[in-house]
Each structure stands twice: as structure tokens, then as C-alpha cells.
């Protein structure tokens, strides 16, 4: 600033998404390395009712996804549920669901970039995850519309992979469910499976942590959230009917590798490579999103000073977050050079239910000429994320439990010294 006159405002994002590229984003955080994996963990939880936990997955990030996106519409800004908690529900609620969001989907980054690792290189996945963290952390810093078009590639070869492995398994699926017993089924099994395969859905998010980058959000989001869920729910369910038709839900529970075991149990063994690069691509995409969408809510926590200023800077030429994305980038690869991706994956599913349970909150906010939704909706979308969340192994709820109290902690104490 020169003189005497205003300060200049801090720079905003450029609106250069429209539906089809949200859409896409949204796409490649769900449709990625969750379908390649996720399936013989639920299994293994939920016995023979893994179609019912898959709909109970999909009938919560329906409520959450309706609800995120009314909100979006409304508050079409960097952030998310950050946001939204801040603007409906106070100033704790939002920071709650800021660090929720960093925590748990910084640990999902590292998730998909060590999935990466295990199927490019088994036995060296920790320095392929690191390259590729550092690899997706340049493209993001080179534009938001150069990601997207990444993203729209990544997310065809991933539908293609799968559009061949289910045909494979469903035209040679002779798994025979003869011979398997039945596995048990319990209401807390089908919970657990759900949480799991919530994991999976629950890339949508990008979408809305994107508000700041889209054209016409009130138009955009609305239409882009439950297009990409759609699209992704068909998918899902698609895959489901295969796996289970070339495997049983028995041996479905004990693949190391779901898809490409099922597409070898059909028959079809020469596609397993192809698999295994769909697999590979599809965790590139998941990351690719998941790291756009937790450096915009590290701008946005930088802006109100809960996180360090500096984060709060938009490149002059390119017009994103550069040093929210490269400190994001950083941080997820000093954790994918060390964790372990179970352990990552449990956390993350705890953190992103307590952000949504957070968003459903704020949606009940919503005044009827705002487009609340029906009340119904955020109510039944915070009974099931906050179910789904205490369904997870203890591990993952005692760990989650107690980096939220941290964060509130840390909220408190800088309360304390400015008052």
C-alpha cells in the first residue's frame, strides 16, 4: 500500500470452475483408491449384508452432501464446514470442523499417496508416496484449471479400468458361492462397514472447500455435489454385484487386493495389470483432490488466524493458495515417509465424520428462504455420522478423540491471550 488511502484487500481465488470441473474433482476424491480396497475390510465387518452398508454409506453422504452444498450456495468461499460452523454456529464450532478436516484429511492424503507406493513398487512405498506427494503438490501450484484437467484424466482411466473389471467378473464370475459358509452379520458390523466404505464417498467435500474457485457457486455447487455422489454411487454399486459375484462374500473378506483377486478369480488374469494401474491412477487422483481441498482450508484458518498468516497468500499470476498448498504438501509428505495405512485411514474416517456431523449442525441454521433442507436431512445426517464414527475400531476413536481435544486446547489458550 502506498499513501494514505484504504488497505488493499487480501487477494481472492479466481472463479474459473464451472460445473463439469467441479463435478470431475468431486469425482476423483470419491472414485479413487477407496473402490480398490475398501471393499474386503467392509466385508469383512459386515458379513453377508455388504450391500446394505453400502447403502447406509451412501444414505449419509446423501444428507451430508445435501446439506454441505445448501450451505455452499450460501457461503461461497475457501473453507468448507470451516465456514459454515464459523458463520452458523460460532467460532469454536468452525475451528472444531477446520481441524477435524486438516487432521483427518492430512492423514488421507498420506493414505492414497502410500496406496500409490504399495501397488507401483510393494516393499518401497514410502519413497514413492513422497515423490508423488511432491509431484501433485506442483501441478496444484501451477493453477486450479491445469488440476482439474489432471483430474478429468485420471478419473476416465479410472472408469474405464473398472467399467472392464466388472464386465470380467460379471461375464466370468464363477466364484461360486458354493461351498462358502455364511458370514455372521451384526448391526454393529454393518455400522463398521458403512464407516469404511464412507471413507470411500466422502470426496465430495472438495467440491465445497472449492466455493472460492467456482463460477456462479449458488448455481454451481447445488448442481455438481449430488451429480458427482450419483455418479459415484452407481459406481460403487456396480463394483459391489462384481466382487461379490466373482468372489462370495467370504473370500471377498480375505482379498489383499479386491479387484484384481476377483478379476483372477473370474478368469480374466491378463487384465490384472491393467488393474493394478487403474488402482495406481486412482489413488494419484484421490490425492490430487484431497490436497486441493485441505490447503483451501488452511487459507481460510490462515486468514482468520487460526493457523500462521503467511498461509494466507494467493499467487499473483496463477491465483491459488500457493503457500497453504506447499506447506499442506510438506506436511503430508513427512507423514507418508513414516505411517502406516490402516492407522491413516481410521483416523481420517473419524476426523471427516466429526466435520460432517458439524456441517449437518450448521445446515439446521439455514432460515427456509436460504433453501434449508428439509429438517429431516440434517438431523439424520448427524445421527449417522456421529454412529458411524463410534462404530470405528477403538484405536481410531481414542486417536481422533484426543487430536480434536488438542486442537480445542490449542483454540482455548490463544482465546486466553487475547482477551
Not at 470431475?24 to 483408491?33: D, F, T, Y
Not at 479387484?259 to 487403474?278: E, S
Not at 485411514?345 to 466429526?354: D, P, Q, R, T, Y
Not at 464414527?389 to 482465546?415: D, E, H, I
Amino acid at each position: 500500500m502506498t499513501g494514505g488511502g484504504p488497505p488493499t484487500p487480501p487477494a481472492g481465488l479466481a472463479r474459473r470452475l464451472g460445473v463439469g470441473d467441479a463435478v470431475v474433482i468431486g469425482l476423483g476424491a470419491m472414485i479413487g483408491a477407496g473402490v480398490f480396497a475398501a471393499f474386503a475390510p467392509a466385508a469383512a465387518a459386515a458379513g453377508d449384508a455388504l450391500l446394505p452398508a453400502l447403502g447406509l454409506a451412501a444414505l449419509v453422504a446423501y444428507c451430508n452432501a445435501t446439506s454441505s452444498a445448501r450451505l455452499a450456495a450460501r457461503h461461497p468461499l475457501s473453507g468448507g464446514t470451516y465456514v459454515y460452523g464459523r458463520e452458523r454456529l460460532g467460532e469454536v464450532w468452525g475451528y472444531l470442523a477446520g481441524w477435524a478436516f486438516v487432521a483427518g484429511k492430512t492423514a488421507s492424503c498420506a493414505a492414497m499417496a502410500l496406496v500409490v507406493g504399495a501397488y507401483l513398487w510393494p516393499g518401497h512405498e514410502h519413497p514413492v508416496a513422497v515423490a508423488a506427494v511432491v509431484a501433485l503438490t506442483a501441478l496444484n501450484d501451477a493453477g486450479v484449471r491445469k488440476a482439474a484437467w489432471a483430474t478429468r484424466l485420471i478419473v476416465a482411466v479410472v472408469l474405464l479400468t473398472l467399467a472392464v473389471a466388472v464386465a470380467a467378473c460379471l461375464a466370468g464370475g464363477r466364484a461360486g458361492l458354493a461351498g462358502q459358509e455364511p458370514l455372521a452379520t451384526t448391526a454393529g458390523g454393518v455400522l463398521q462397514a458403512a464407516a469404511l466404505l464412507f471413507f470411500a464417498f466422502a470426496g465430495y467435500a472438495r467440491i465445497t472447500t472449492l466455493g472460492e474457485e467456482v463460477r456462479d457457486p449458488a448455481r454451481t455447487i447445488p448442481r455438481a455435489v449430488p451429480i458427482a455422489l450419483g455418479i459415484t454411487l452407481l459406481v460403487y454399486a456396480a463394483v459391489a454385484v462384481a466382487l461379490l459375484a466373482a468372489l462370495g462374500p467370504d473370500r471377498l473378506a480375505r482379498a489383499t487386493a479386491p479387484v484384481a483377486d476377483a478379476v483372477r478369480a473370474a478368469g480374466a488374469g491378463p487384465l490384472v495389470p491393467l488393474v493394478t494401474v487403474g488402482a495406481a491412477t486412482a489413488a494419484l487422483g484421490s490425492l490430487l483432490a484431497l490436497l486441493l481441498g485441505v490447503s483451501r482450508t488452511v487459507l481460510a484458518m490462515a486468514r482468520d488466524g487460526h493457523l500462521p498468516r503467511a498461509l494466507d497468500a494467493v499467487h499473483p499470476r496463477t491465483g491459488v493458495p500457493h503457500h497453504a498448498q506447499t506447506a499442506t504438501g510438506l506436511v503430508v509428505a513427512v507423514i507418508a515417509a513414516v505411517a502406516d495405512v490402516r492407522g491413516a485411514i481410521g483416523f481420517s474416517s473419524f476426523g471427516v465424520l466429526v466435520y460432517y456431523a458439524i456441517a449437518n449442525a450448521s445446515a439446521l441454521r439455514l432460515t427456509p428462504a436460504e433453501h434449508r433442507p428439509p429438517r429431516v436431512v440434517p438431523v439424520a445426517g448427524i445421527a449417522g455420522c456421529l454412529a458411524l464414527a463410534f462404530s470405528l475400531p477403538a484405536a481410531s476413536v481414542v486417536s481422533g478423540g484426543a487430536v480434536l481435544a488438542a486442537g480445542l486446547a490449542v483454540w482455548g489458550v490463544r482465546r486466553a491471550l487475547r482477551r
